[in-house]
């Protein structure tokens, strides 16, 4: 197996990279080989010694260092390059509300308790919300829309979806958790083909139309969500806060987003988008995607494992890591600078992603993070 390290340098004016590249000559590097040039994942996920006999080691393979000037551009005449921000919603009021029917949650009594540690909400209470939904049709969808909580999704070779809610209250008195327990509701919509499950609450309110204060509930409403759901379908999850998401052996399309928390999706073969915030992003493929896929963080590491035939463009940013690859690559041409006119005003933007492609090309996968590495690796599962 031969890996290719991609070595990302990105000056403050521009994102300039190094792309040191094996070979396409390179002989496959053994277990003993890649001692020698070292490993460039964690020990853990190397696979066992190569039982074939032993293979000289190759000498390790120097690097190629290209450096490119950035574009001198005048201050006075344009304004400098532009940088596109980041499309989170880091606060629960302000995630996009999506209109759907509403249905009661089933409801059961609650058995609070104090707790002296919490000086502010320190009044519990918790519920389990179990519930069954058939799902006979042959393309199916679900959604999660939550805000507080963990997301886990596991497929299966049933036709049914089975749902499990661990819901706890925290509240600065009596009186708050009663107010929690009527505000905040799972709303749910049912179809043969959709499940669509949103955590509905004041935080969801728009302030210029609602008069309730967004930081004065007085509680917290915490949904951690566990589903079993078919195995071929398409998904599309959410939280915010105090939760990670978790997916695994799914089929279909997936867009997964977090803020606060770490995303985790193992075992699957379809194509899709996986976004957080603060935690890192790891994603298997048990079969490769075969539509453009993005995966972003700000402040963590991400982690890709495809299956060993791989074809596929990628597109890499990081600002403070490294990029790494069990995959031979192509270093595709750097992007011209694209110019645009507003009124006497010219803009240059440059494209800061390293344009990188595995064997014969493919779908386009984007891969970009600010603090944290990059790496491509072969899943050996």
Not at 69 to 95: A, L, R, S, T
Not at 222 to 229: E, G, N, P
Not at 329 to 354: C, H, L, S
Request: charged letters at 25%; aromatic letters at 6%; proline letters at 8%.
């Amino acid at each position: 197996m031969r890996k290719t390290f991609l070595l990302a340098i990105i000056p403050t004016a521009a994102a300039l990279l190094l792309l040191p590249l094996a070979p396409a000559n390179t002989a496959p590097l053994t277990h003993a080989t890649r001692n020698v040039l070292g490993s460039l994942r964690p020990a853990a996920q190397d696979p066992s010694p190569d039982p074939s006999p032993f293979v000289a080691p190759v000498p390790p393979i120097p690097q190629i260092h290209v450096h490119v000037d950035p574009p001198e551009i005048d201050p006075p005449e344009i304004d400098p390059p532009e940088i596109d921000p980041v499309e989170v919603n880091v606060h629960p009021e302000e995630i996009e509300h999506e209109v759907m029917a509403q249905e009661d949650a089933d409801h059961e009594d609650f058995d609070f308790d104090i707790d002296h540690d919490d000086r502010e909400l320190n009044v519990r209470a918790e519920e389990k919300i179990e519930k069954s939904f058939p799902m006979p049709s042959a393309h199916r969808t679900l959604e999660i829309d939550n805000v507080w909580g963990s997301i886990d999704v596991v497929g299966t070779a049933s036709d049914q979806a089975k749902l499990t809610i661990n819901k706890s209250i925290r509240a600065e008195s009596k009186e708050k958790l009663e107010q929690a327990r009527k505000d905040v509701t799972l709303d749910i919509t049912q179809q043969p083909d959709a499940l669509k499950l949103y955590v509905n609450g004041p935080f969801r309110c728009d302030c210029h139309d609602c008069n309730r204060s967004r930081d004065g509930e007085g509680y917290i409403v915490k949904m951690d969500f566990q589903l079993q759901v078919p195995r071929d379908i398409d998904i599309k999850i959410k939280t915010v806060n105090e939760g990670r998401v978790s997916v695994r052996d799914i089929n279909g399309t997936f867009l997964v987003r977090n803020v606060n928390g770490d995303i985790q999706i193992h075992n699957i073969a379809g194509s899709g988008t996986a976004r957080t915030v603060n935690g890192p992003v790891k994603v298997s493929f048990r079969q490769n995607p075969r539509e453009a896929s993005d995966f972003q963080t700000v402040n963590g590491n991400i982690e890709l494992q495809f299956a060993r035939d791989l074809s596929a463009d990628f597109r890499f940013k990081t600002f403070n890591g490294g990029i790494y690859s069990d995959f031979p690559v192509t270093a595709m041409p750097v992007a011209a600078m694209q110019q645009e006119r507003r009124g006497n005003k010219v803009i240059f933007r440059a494209d800061r992603y390293t344009s990188a492609r595995i064997a014969s090309g493919g779908p386009q996968i984007k891969v970009e993070n600010l603090n944290g590495d990059i790496r491509i690796l072969e899943n050996h599962e």
